[in-house]
């Protein structure tokens, strides 16, 4: 944590070795939270490149006295739902206009992941977004029911219960795994 | 260990992902040059602090106030002489954002209005209502139909004069848009725009030209607003329309077709044949384009070809039809049919077509017609090596797949490509190593630079030595 603490205030200075170090010491926790909620490795990577893009321009504006890992978990949260929220408002598209819209690019490399992960995160999709948010925010972050019910805006009784459901949820999805 | 806590541990020892070393790069390189461009751009705060020093002590405030007033002088004297402030792309950006009203005006070679839109943007970046008049689209899919389509935020209304009908759709089920995603499409301008021009003259006046990948356009900016004025052959305007822009009436002597979810009237026959015409042009595609790319050309002419007998506005589908003829030692058909496909994007640049022509005219020993095509391709394909993004309808071009979302060009793999195709129409090879890092291509991407400039002789060379393609993602090898 001290180590962040530095890093924050050497960023704050306009250090682009602090930001770089950053980026290294976070990118893959953000990465498998953006996976484990969305399970597209594209989108999961622009989430994650919004974030630190955003968060580098914060630049010398930038104060937070809290923790970093927890700030940047909660962008990528946040950009999660933003795109989960647009997915649903997406209409249909006319491809038929060809005029000046063309087809947009996607991220240029790949993640790396076991086959483990992958069938994981497939197996986390079948559960509601805010129980599949609640058991990665707990699980892969590490983080508190009580912080987790501050980012989500509900009741700590609440938070648990969607932890408890989205468990039982998961280990029917993964049954014979879990029962070997 | 309960079943709850394996399944705790399983995903805290198995969900990992993380990102592959070109990826990881990338990604920081982006995020560091977001950082350098937002110090570009941000004020010192130092120097406030500062001023707000010096401005403590009267004697030295009396000689403060004495050097501004010089300094207002003298920059009176020099403002027409200044250069304006330097200009950031996120400038544009952040002006992109603020806009809730675009209207966009296209002309033909007599200035005459091709093509006009109203558009209402939101403030998440989507589009809420819409005016497109005489769109193209409906035109090039109904002949005789000088026609209109008016979203207001609920129903999507298109004008078949051709039909004396209007149709109503759910805004949910049929929406035409300018751009798709407006929000992304900002966001690629932060992240991949570049400035290829300051203060540069524009029709009599300064203005900034900017490259914006995502719609492949470059494009004006206005020094004071910040918002373009101009893409590719677009005019672009802020200004509110009158309410009755965006309200659907309808024509005297018009029939009012509504196929909203719910609407009780049985939709005319010739609406059922088209949407069931629409469905199997689309399934014919589908199938068609996997038979070009399962190298099955036969199987692919033939179902495209059934898809442009029924509906000849899919340029698309003209197109691979043109690529699985070419497979097929077809090349007069495939000249034929890529020929047709310029004609009906006439005003657009369509350099993939042109590119795929010149080879289609090689093999018909056409020399002058190949050379003419590639005198029109050669510059954005160069242009390509260092702008990838600009070769990306390439890919798009010789994978009906990218179509699809099932291949995501990296730009190592488009670059390599690029060069490819510049080896077979130059028979050059100035080298590149497509494993190795940027600064080791430059004299390569530079050489390609100076052959067009100095140089840029055709010597198509069907056996060129290519460069393998490096593996991206994964998915498009």
């Known amino acids: 944590m001290l180590e962040d603490e530095i890093l924050k205030w050497k960023f704050k200075g306009g250090s682009s070795e602090a930001l770089a170090r950053i980026y290294e010491k976070y990118v893959d926790t953000l990465l498998t939270l953006a996976m484990g909620l969305l399970n597209d490795p594209y989108e999961a990577e622009d989430v994650v490149q919004d974030v630190f893009t955003r968060f580098a321009r914060s630049g010398n504006g930038f104060t937070l006295r809290g923790s970093l890992k927890a700030y940047l978990t909660t962008a990528v949260v946040n950009g999660v739902r933003d795109r989960v929220r647009r997915d649903k408002r997406r209409p249909a598209r006319s491809d038929q206009d060809v005029s000046l819209a063309s087809a947009s690019r996607g991220p240029d490399e790949e993640l790396v992941f076991a086959e483990d992960a992958a069938r994981l995160s497939s197996a986390l999709m079948e559960l509601p977004h805010e129980q599949r948010e609640t058991l990665m925010l707990k699980l892969k972050s590490n983080m508190k029911f009580r912080e987790i019910a501050k980012i989500q805006g509900v009741s700590i009784n609440t938070v648990q219960g969607r932890y408890r459901y989205g468990l039982q949820k998961l280990r029917a999805q993964l049954n014979g795994e879990v029962e070997q | ?477």
């Open chain 2, 1 to 477: 260990m309960t079943p709850e806590e394996k399944v705790k541990s399983i995903l805290q020892d198995k969900l990992h992902f993380s990102a592959g070393s070109k990826l990881r790069r990338r990604m920081l390189a982006r995020v560091l040059d977001a950082q350098r461009e937002s110090q570009k751009t941000k004020p010192d705060s130092p120097r406030g602090a500062v001023r707000r020093t010096i401005t403590n002590s009267r004697t030295a405030k009396l000689a403060s106030i004495a050097a501004l007033v010089a300094i207002a002088a003298l920059a009176i004297s020099l403002v027409p002489k200044l250069t304006s402030p330097a200009y950031a792309i996120e400038q544009t950006v952040e002006a992109l954002q603020n806009v809730r009203f675009l209207h966009l005006v296209q002309r033909d070679d007599t200035g005459q209005i091709r093509d006009e839109r109203w558009i209402e943007i939101g403030m998440d970046g989507f589009q809420i209502r819409y005016r497109q008049q005489k769109p193209h689209a409906v035109i090039a899919k109904y002949p005789g139909a000088p026609s209109m389509v008016i979203e207001d935020g609920q129903s999507t209304a298109v004008y078949r004069d051709d039909k004396k009908a209007v149709i109503l759709y759910d805004r949910e089920d049929q929406q035409y848009q300018w751009v798709g995603e407006l929000g992304k499409a900002f966001e690629n301008l932060r992240q991949e725009g570049k400035i290829l021009e300051e203060n540069t003259e524009y029709q009599g006046r300064l203005a900034h030209k900017v490259w914006w990948p995502y719609l492949s356009v470059e494009c004006y900016v206005d020094p004071e607003t910040k918002l373009p004025v101009t893409l590719g052959d677009a005019e672009l305007s802020y200004e509110e329309p009158s309410p009755e822009i965006f309200e659907v009436v309808y024509p005297e002597g018009y029939a009012i077709v509504d196929a909203r979810p719910g609407a009780t009237e049985p939709l005319p026959d010739w609406l059922l044949e088209e949407k069931s015409a629409d469905a199997k042009a689309s399934d014919a595609i589908k199938q068609g384009t996997d038979a070009l790319m399962d190298g099955d050309y036969a199987t692919a002419a033939e179902l495209l070809a059934t898809v442009v007998e029924t509906q000849p506005n899919r340029n698309w589908a003209w197109f691979w039809l043109g690529s699985a003829q070419y497979e097929l030692g077809q090349y007069d058909l495939a000249v034929e049919n890529y020929t047709r496909v310029l004609n009906m994007l006439e005003r657009y640049p369509c350099y993939y077509c042109n590119y795929a022509r010149a080879l289609a005219y090689a093999q018909l020993d056409a020399d002058e017609a190949a050379e003419e095509d590639l005198r029109i391709c050669l510059p954005e394909m160069v242009r390509a090596l260092r702008l990838p993004s600009a070769g990306f309808i390439f890919e798009y071009a010789d994978d009906p797949m990218v179509r699809y979302g099932q291949v995501k060009p990296s730009e190592p793999e488009i670059i390599a490509r690029m060069i490819n195709r510049l080896r077979i129409v130059s028979g050059r090879n100035f080298g590149y190593d497509p494993n190795a890092e940027a600064e080791a291509n430059e004299a390569a991407i530079a050489a390609w630079e100076e052959w067009l400039e100095t140089d840029g002789r055709i010597d198509i060379t069907l056996d060129a030595e290519l460069l393998s393609i490096p593996v991206g993602n994964g998915q498009s090898q």
